[in-house]
T-cell receptor, first 111, second 114 residues
Framework: SQKIEQNSEALNIQEGKTATLTCNYT??????LQWYRQDPGRGPVFLLL?????KEKRKERLKVTFDTTLKQSLFHITASQPADSATYLC??????????FGGGTRLMVKP | DGGITQSPKYLFRKEGQNVTLSCEQN?????MYWYRQDPGQGLRLIYY???????QKGDIAEGYSVSREKKESFPLTVTSAQKNPTAFYLC?????????????FGDGTRLSIL
């Protein structure tokens, strides 16, 4: 069956460091993958999209990579700030024009 | 400002009662979605609609019903047949032009059992 794995344990890092979050998927061949940010009690907010033919995508302090051989996407936040603390969800696009969301990884950036 | 409005923010259901969650969007999006989120789990798709007067079941549709009579509205009814309705419910919409369009979410309704 199709599966999306994100580290369910919170990632704690110091302010200014680079945060790296992992999204692994199995039994998928996604044409693209999206990343969302979710704050407590709020709906997810779209951050970045990366297509299968793109190795890397950047937006300000954010960087996403997509390795279709490893079936993995990495999400990086450089120069992290306490305001970056949130849960980050990955969402591969599967057949039938549907997104499927991972369980998310909670990031805590300490001052 | 365009966006998605979900109401109410908190809702309590008694045993045997049906409750309806509201979702309204002014983004002129064709597609709308309902998800359920449980602690530590990903969003699970309940129902979706690609166009007015048409909708399809998602992965966990049992115990839920929807309607799509207007483009901007996609209400979700949690029926008494849903035995474990306590969860955070999220509504989303998406423009159909371009398969890689992101989903826009409301701020959710938290449903609890009395």
């Amino acid at each position: 069956s199709q599966k999306i794995e994100q580290n369910s344990e919170a990632l704690n890092i110091q302010e200014g460091k680079t945060a790296t979050l992992t999204c692994n998927y199995t039994n998928y061949s996604p044409a693209y993958l999206q990343w969302y940010r979710q704050d407590p009690g709020r709906g997810p907010v779209f951050l970045l999209l990366i297509r299968e033919n793109e190795k890397e995508k950047r937006k300000e302090r954010l960087k996403v990579t997509f390795d279709t051989t490893l079936k993995q996407s990495l999400f990086h936040i450089t120069a992290s700030q306490p305001a970056d603390s949130a849960t980050y969800l990955c969402a591969p696009y599967n057949a039938g024009n549907m997104l499927t969301f991972g369980g998310g990884t909670r990031l805590m950036v300490k001052p | 400002d365009g966006g998605i409005t979900q109401s109410p923010k908190y809702l309590f259901r008694k045993e045997g009662q049906n409750v309806t969650l509201s979702c309204e969007q002014n983004l002129n999006h064709d597609a709308m979605y309902w998800y359920r989120q449980d602690p530590g789990q990903g969003l699970r798709l309940i129902y979706y609609s690609q166009i007015v007067n048409d909708f399809q079941k998602g992965d966990i549709a049992e115990g839920y019903s929807v309607s799509r009579e207007k483009k901007e509205s996609f209400p979700l009814t949690v029926t008494s047949a849903q035995k474990n309705p306590t969860a955070f419910y999220l509504c989303a919409s998406r423009a159909r032009t371009g398969l890689n369009q992101p989903q826009h979410f409301g701020d959710g309704t938290r449903l609890s059992i009395l």
